[in-house]
């Protein structure tokens, strides 16, 4: 690769970190604003993540060639949900 391309990746990856810096610099500043939001949005997370433990567990307990396909089509309900829960 040529130093132009290479200095336009460089470049490119500056403008990336520096956009999601400013994200969390952002979610930051709400977070402290509104600390008791923050923290029922993190219980709310981690209960989350502990069921999809649950639902983890319970997938492995499913034959092999099936895992792969039962996964794919939680993890495809789980986004839909969230879409239709968090953006509609």
């Not at 690769?1 to 952002?26: C, N």
């Not at 997938?59 to 396909?69: A, C, G, H, R, T």
């Amino acid at each position: 690769m040529d130093e132009s391309k290479r200095a336009a990746q460089g470049g490119e990856t500056q403008d990336v970190t520096g956009m999601v810096l400013s994200i969390f610099d952002k979610v930051r500043e709400i977070k402290r604003v509104k600390p008791e939001i923050a923290r029922k949005i993190d219980r709310c997370e981690k209960e989350i993540r502990d069921l999809m433990m649950e639902i983890r567990k319970q997938i492995d307990l499913l034959d092999k060639k099936d895992k792969e396909l039962v996964a794919a089509l939680v993890i495809n309900g789980i986004h839909r949900t969230a879409d239709e829960v968090l953006i509609d």
